[in-house]
């Protein structure tokens, strides 16, 4: 049922409507932030379209059809060719495709419009997903287009992407897309919580680093998150209270470590939640909004020598940086001139 998972109170709301009017369109495009439940929602509502035994118009999550559609059965062999077919479910009338390297490909586009044309061999309509649909490049998109602009009356097509913008126009206007919101950090401490993920403090610190995403709040490392956030800090400390251009330097050499490349984003991620909390403090806002809530005595240090003006502009010029990153950009030269132009401001 959608109620067991966390946030997301508006789609929800839409996806009960849409099934209650019983015109769930043929295609839907679930569009949000990487690790927000999109993929668990949209098999929700495969379990709702095919529950004989629903809990209104949702489904029952416990009767043999709800429960077999909880698990993908992937290949044992990790081959190319193995990994472009559709991953099924339990049920046969529930599947999903994958990209199998970089690029979803043509013949996964094929295989779903053959599926699509037969009717349901156990439930009501027949549902594919389609993970990480950004990943579809112009030939694999036009395979699919045929699909879409003939959906059969049985089976529904769930697009799932973090990045909506990078599917062709001709894609996205024949879906109805669902948007969904980075959870709050109090929805992700009371879904661990509630569901014995974790407990007590360490769910307040998983939530914390999660940035809007269960996913992340359950495959993060608590102790490494505190090292790197202790990092950017320091980095912090020095753009408002010391000033130090040499520390900046050598903290901009320390992100740039081979050792710690894969943290490169993270921990810009960390440096920017722990500067909004900062812009937070500087126009009376109060604990309870803030990510960092138990480094507030330092923060408040910071945010008594900083403007709410030069607040935004070191979040304006981290989001520069990494326009510039996915222009191939030499990221030691990138985070050398970031850090000094932030201590400039």
């Known amino acids: 049922m959608l109620d067991r998972l966390a946030g997301n109170q508006r789609a929800k709301e839409l996806l009960r409507r849409l099934l209650e009017s019983r015109r769930v369109p043929g295609s839907l495009l679930f569009a949000g932030e990487e690790g927000i439940g999109k993929k668990l929602f949209a098999l929700e509502v495969a379990k709702a379209l095919n529950c004989r035994t629903p809990n209104g118009v949702e489904g029952c999550d416990t009767c043999a059809i709800c429960r077999r559609m909880v698990k993908f059965n992937y290949p044992e ?60 490049n112009e030939s694999s998109s036009n395979a699919l287009l045929k699909t879409l602009e003939e959906p059969p009356e049985t089976s529904h097509l769930i697009l799932i992407t973090s990045r909506p913008a990078m599917l062709l126009p001709t894609i996205r206007s024949r879906c109805q897309t669902i948007r969904f919101a980075p959870l ?114 330092q923060l408040t240090q910071v945010a008594q020598k900083v403007s709410s003006d030069r607040a935004v502009a070191w979040i304006e010029q981290i989001e520069e940086l990494r326009e510039q990153l996915e222009l191939n950009v030499n990221r030691k030269v990138a985070t050398d001139a970031l850090f000094l132009s932030m201590a400039g401001v």
């Open 184 to 297: 709050s950090t109090e929805e992700i401490e009371t879904h661990l919580i509630k569901n014995k993920l974790a407990s007590g403090s360490e769910a307040r610190l998983r939530a914390r680093f999660a940035a809007g995403s269960i996913g992340r709040a359950l495959s993060g490392d608590p102790d490494a998150y505190k090292e790197q956030r202790q990092a950017m800090l320091s980095v912090l400390n020095a753009l408002a209270l010391t000033g130090d251009r040499v520390q900046l330097l050598r903290a901009a050499e320390g992100l740039n470590d081979a050792r710690i490349k894969d943290e490169y984003e993270a921990r810009l991620d960390i440096l920017e939640t722990l500067i909004r909390d900062t812009l937070l403090l500087t126009v009376g806002g109060g604990e309870e909004g803030l990510t960092n809530s138990d480094l507030l005595p």
């Open 77 to 136: 062999t990790s081959g190319t060719d193995d990994l472009k077919k559709i991953f099924w479910t339990d049920h046969p009338d529930v599947g999903m495709v994958e990209p199998p390297k970089r690029l979803l490909v043509v013949d996964q586009m094929r295989e779903i419009e053959r599926e699509a044309n037969y009717r349901p061999f156990e439930g009501l309509r027949r549902v594919f997903l389609i993970d990480e649909a950004d990943k579809l």
